[in-house]
């Protein structure tokens, strides 16, 4: 069993910075790739980002490439999500996932492939 708990989110102005983080407990998180989805209101749960078990490989929706980044501290237990130049659009619940993983270097796109989820944390994006 793995908890996750995410934190950071908040009201940023158009063009603004937030860093998001999952922290994790319960079992080894460096057996877990872990993923960001978002779920805006009225909309389905989309991906974000994903990060393998190793860190050395990362996916990203098209919507936020190039300025969000995943990245991961296996030592800290955290995931984290650094999301630049936010835009209105952005504005949704934000939530970490993990997932049991064999390979080390693999990264997961499908909500459903994951195991365990975060309470998740809103992000809205409005001047």
């Known amino acids: 069993q793995v908890q996750l708990v995410e934190s950071g989110g908040g009201l940023v102005q158009p063009g603004g910075s937030l860093r998001l983080s999952c922290a994790a407990s319960?079992?080894?998180?460096?057996?877990?790739?872990m993923g960001w989805f978002r779920q805006a209101p009225g909309k389905e749960r989309e991906f974000v980002a994903a990060?393998?078990?190793?860190?050395?490989?990362?996916n990203y929706a098209d919507s936020v490439k190039g300025r969000f980044t995943i990245s991961r501290d296996n030592a800290k237990n955290t995931v984290y999500l650094q999301m630049n130049s936010l835009k209105p659009e952005d504005t949704a619940v934000y939530y970490c996932a993990a997932k049991s993983a064999d390979y080390r270097h693999r990264v997961y796109l499908g909500d459903q492939q994951y195991d365990y989820w975060g309470q998740g944390t809103q992000v809205t994006v409005s001047s």
């Open positions: 319960g079992r080894t998180f460096s057996s877990y790739a």
């Open positions: 990060i393998s078990r190793s860190g050395v490989n990362t």
